[in-house]
């Protein structure tokens, strides 16, 4: 037997499909009577009535929008999991979708996720211009999730990345490295914090700086060890800009031969599941992925039954979880 249908749960219940129809959308019109046979019959068939051609029908929306940057991101994985089982808590659906990490692709995806018509939506970490950002969040509630912003119709949910990339520096201070690089974020979303937080902690430390031009991906990351390699200038610690950039370097360094951490330490940032990984064990700034998630739904919901009017800019802490890839310097 195929999946049931409004029809089967109108001829269960004795009813005409069109009064089914008002019952699913909540429409007032109908007796008690009749509403609970067609709850029955439904209940009794195991019919669900499709979530987005129910706020087509309804007009009132029971589907969040998610908008991710990059699928191939672990973090994004993990803080959409905790914003699903939000929403699911509350009796909403999740649709998601991606730009690439490309500001011309993620306008178009934001385009096609608002003709969905969602209630609100969620975007993490878009490079898309803020114009667009603003333009949405003129029809429905919006949520950052890895990007700050000042607009007044958008909430906001960060963690502290300054204070992230000082902790990164100040473990392997501790440890006794004095040449420390940072490969940098480039242009995504969070990287100018960590920077931030890199470059304020060496100077804190009489250390001098090194930026390395990389991105948040692992060809990246490998791409960056690389170039120090042929520069013949590669430091006794590599602070990247998040896990897979991590990844992606200490891939690069044993394929030429060294040795993480003996001859080089490094250290990441999110703490997906990746880096908890026995085989990588990788030392990473922890940003709490699950909360994130959970928060940017709450935060949206609050907008979208009209809770809260002002934008709420969230702000949470890293903390730094140590693991295999990090030891004292080599004498």
Do not use: W
């Not at 699928?71 to 998601?96: S, T």
């Not at 906001?156 to 992230?164: A, F, K, L, P, R």
């Not at 490295?177 to 060496?202: F, K, N």
């Not at 709490?288 to 998630?293: C, D, L, S, V």
Request: positive net charge; aromatic residues 2%; hydrophobic residues 40%.
């Amino acid at each position: 037997m195929g999946r049931p249908t409004m029809e089967d749960v109108a001829r269960r219940a004795g009813v005409s499909r069109a009064l089914v129809s008002l019952v699913m959308r909540g429409s007032p019109k109908v007796s008690q009577t009749r509403r609970a046979a067609v709850q029955r019959a439904a209940q009794e068939l195991g019919y669900s009535p499709h979530a987005m051609a129910r706020s087509l029908a309804s007009r009132t929306s029971t589907v969040l929008g998610v908008m991710v940057s990059d699928l191939h991101n672990p973090f994004f994985a993990e803080v959409i999991d905790g914003l699903d089982v939000m929403a699911r808590e509350q009796g909403f659906d999740v649709i998601i979708n991606t730009g690439g990490r490309s500001p011309a692709r993620e306008r178009r995806a934001l385009t096609s996720l608002l003709s969905f018509r969602p209630a609100g939506v969620v975007l993490l970490s878009p490079v898309v211009p803020s114009a667009a950002i603003s333009s949405a969040a003129a029809q429905l509630p919006v949520v950052l999730v890895a990007r700050s912003s000042r607009l007044s119709g958008v909430d906001t949910v960060n963690d502290d990345g300054e204070q992230g990339g000082a902790l990164a520096v100040d473990h392997l201070v501790s440890l006794g490295h004095r040449r420390i690089a940072h490969l940098d974020g480039g242009e995504g979303s969070g990287s100018g914090a960590r920077r931030r937080g890199y470059l304020t902690a060496m100077a804190g430390h009489g250390l001098p700086a090194r930026i390395v031009s990389s991105e948040y991906t692992d060809a990246a990351g490998a791409r960056a060890v690389r170039e120090l390699l042929a520069a013949g200038e590669l430091p006794t610690a590599l602070v990247a800009c998040n896990d897979l950039n991590a990844v992606g370097a200490v891939s690069a360094l044993e394929e030429a031969g060294l040795r993480v951490p003996r001859d080089v330490s490094v250290v990441g940032y999110d703490n997906t599941a990746l880096a908890a990984l026995r085989h990588v064990s990788l030392t990473t700034v922890d940003q709490p992925r699950n909360e994130i998630g959970r928060l940017a739904a709450e935060s949206l919901l609050q907008r979208v039954r009209g809770e809260r009017a002002h934008p709420a800019r969230h702000l949470l802490h890293p903390s730094l979880v140590v693991r295999s890839t990090t030891a004292p310097p080599p004498d």
